[in-house]
């Protein structure tokens, strides 16, 4: 597609429930980004992905968060039994092999009741 | 890890005025980019200005500039003649590598 793309846009749900959120990168996008952005706080890294391979997990928070990515483009994020801390913005981002400018989602605004 | 750090949590600027919003980046890397993003309330995340830091010319796109002081690690934006379209976040970001490390951005209202 043309730019990247997030879904859903809006996500509320109930303390204790799973939740996935889907990020569709540019195609030929090699390098996929997962961050999270908290209410009034920056950009918190969480994952990055070379290929179908996550060479870098170091950000995601605990083990209820995991991510995936298949056939070198779709990445999904999964958070297994949301907390409300979990309440937040998640920004997907790709970029070409060999560049360095990200470019971004509209991202996930996430809310745990 | 690689800091960056914006010390203004807002700033407010009149239209057609021009406002510079700070940015300091703690590292040991000599070769690394820069980077000042725009976040409007769309929640789109929008490249505005990016700097190599092995080039000593600063960057310059349309009304936007930078003020790249390599030895003091400082990396600041200047915004010309601002327009109230320019209100958003502002996110100052550090890559080294792979990584992209961001500052927790300044919050930039303009006036009529």
């Known amino acids: 597609g043309a730019g990247v793309s997030q879904s859903p846009s809006n996500k509320v749900t109930e303390k204790g429930k799973d939740v996935e959120l889907r990020c569709d990168p540019i195609s030929g996008h090699t390098a996929l980004y997962w961050y999270r952005q908290s209410l009034g706080q920056g950009l918190e890294f969480l994952i990055y992905f070379q290929g179908n391979s996550a060479p870098d997990k170091s950000g995601l928070p605990s083990d209820r968060f995991s991510a995936e990515r298949t056939g070198g483009s779709v990445s999904t994020l999964t958070i297994q039994r949301t907390q409300q801390e979990d309440s937040a913005v998640y920004l997907c981002?790709?970029?070409?092999?060999?560049?360095?400018?990200?470019?971004f989602g509209a991202g996930s605004r996430l809310t745990v009741l | 890890a690689q800091t960056v750090t914006q010390s203004q949590p807002e700033m407010s600027v009149q239209e057609a005025e021009t406002v510079t919003l700070s940015c300091t980046y703690d590292?040991?890397?000599?070769?690394?980019?820069l980077f000042w993003y725009k976040q409007p309330p769309s929640r789109q995340m929008i490249l505005v200005i990016r700097?190599?830091?092995?080039?000593?010319q600063n960057a310059t796109e349309n009304r936007f500039s930078v003020n790249f002081q390599k030895a003091a690690k400082s990396f600041s934006l200047k915004i010309s003649d601002s327009q109230l379209g320019d209100a958003a976040m502002y996110f100052c970001a550090y890559q080294a590598g792979y990584a992209l490390n961001f500052g927790k951005g300044t919050s930039l209202l303009v006036t009529p």
């Open positions: 700097q190599e830091a092995y080039k000593q």
């Open positions: 590292t040991s890397e000599s070769d690394y980019y």
């Open positions: 981002a790709s970029r070409l092999s060999g560049a360095n400018v990200l470019t």
